[in-house]
Every structure is written in structure tokens, then in C-alpha cells.
């Protein structure tokens, strides 16, 4: 995966990531920020792309920082919540936040714009509306295309039949019958 207009990117594709800051602090001493990031598509590297092409690489993510980034004992991304959209009931499983003082005492929140508890109910209650502004979308063009439909069909049995039609489907259905 390739951000359009950088150096040695050929044929990009589109994709999308919903970013959300939760918390600006320090990690071992660097200025960080805590971030939800929901990606829209589903790209290959995509989260990672998306963080370092306006500058701020994934903390431990040696590879989109260049190498710079060999610190951290891990790459500090983390599935919070996964959803799978399976029938008949969807499959949802939730991660506690691993990053927090107590789980690595070298991160130091210093501001604190909103949990990823209140983030990630923000964002489904948005893609909850979204669905349901959907769902009515297409009920509502459903309805539209049955009352065409409707109007179609009343139009035609309000047609007589002319002399001429009359006429040529007898000739039709005799050419059949003499076969």
C-alpha cells in the first residue's frame, strides 16, 4: 500500500481511516498521542500507512519509522474492539486498553480529551445511524420502485387492444397452431 503522490507509488487505491485523539502524553520520555483509529477499508498495512504519512508513526512500528523506532518492546497497536458480522447474531469481542501506566510505566498521559471507552461508543452509535439511515434509504427506494411498478401495471391494463394488435396476434398464434 502506497499514499497517492509520494515517490515510487504506482496505481494506489482508495482507502480510508477515521482517526480519533484520546490522549496526548510521553512514552519513555518522547511526546506521543493515544489515538482510535477505525480503519473504513481494509487494506494491507493500512493503519500504519495512514499514521506515518502526516508524520506520526505508530510507536514501535520499525518499519514505517524507518528503522528509527527500535525502542518499545512491541508496536503499539492494538485491537480494541472487533466486530464480525456473522448470522444469525454478529460476533463482537472488546481487549482492555493495554495503554496505561499501570499495564507499561512508560507511558505518561499528560491530557486527557476522552476515554476509549466513550470513542468506541461515539463510533458505533455513528455506524448505528449510518445503518439505520441505510436501511431506510433503500426501504424507501424499494417503496418507489413498487409504486412504478404499481403505475406500470395499471397504465397497461388500462390499454385496449387495438384492431391491428388483435389482428397480428391472431395471425401469430394461427402460425403456431399450423405447425
Known amino acids: 500500500m502506497c499514499i497517492q503522490g509520494t ?3 504506482e496505481n494506489p487505491k482508495p482507502c480510508r481511516t477515521r482517526l480519533t485523539v484520546l490522549e ?3 512514552y519513555d520520555g518522547d511526546p506521543v498521542t493515544k489515538v482510535l483509529l477505525q480503519p473504513l477499508t481494509g487494506r494491507t498495512h493500512q493503519l500504519r500507512v495512514h499514521c506515518e504519512a502526516v508524520g506520526h508513526p505508530i510507536v514501535g512500528d520499525y518499519t514505517y519509522s524507518l528503522g528509527a523506532d527500535s525502542a518499545p518492546y512491541r508496536m503499539m497497536l492494538h485491537a480494541h474492539l472487533l466486530q464480525l458480522p456473522l448470522e444469525p447474531l454478529p460476533l463482537q469481542a472488546v481487549a482492555p486498553d493495554p495503554f496505561t501506566t499501570p499495564a507499561d510505566p512508560r507511558w505518561r498521559p499528560q491530557r486527557c480529551l476522552r476515554t476509549v471507552e466513550g470513542a ?7 455506524r448505528a445511524a449510518e445503518e439505520r439511515t441505510e436501511r431506510e434509504e433503500k426501504e424507501r427506494q424499494r417503496e418507489e420502485r413498487r ?3 404499481d403505475e406500470r401495471r395499471k ?8 384492431e391491428e394488435q388483435r389482428r397480428l396476434c391472431q395471425q401469430w398464434l394461427s402460425e ?3 405447425v
Request: aromatic fraction near 12%.
Open 7 to 9: 515517490d515510487g507509488c
Open 176 to 178: 403456431w397452431t399450423d
Open 147 to 149: 409504486k412504478q411498478q
Open 120 to 126: 468506541v461508543e461515539a463510533l458505533l452509535e455513528h
Open 24 to 26: 496526548y502524553g510521553v
Open 155 to 162: 397504465r397497461w391494463r388500462g390499454r385496449e387492444e387495438s
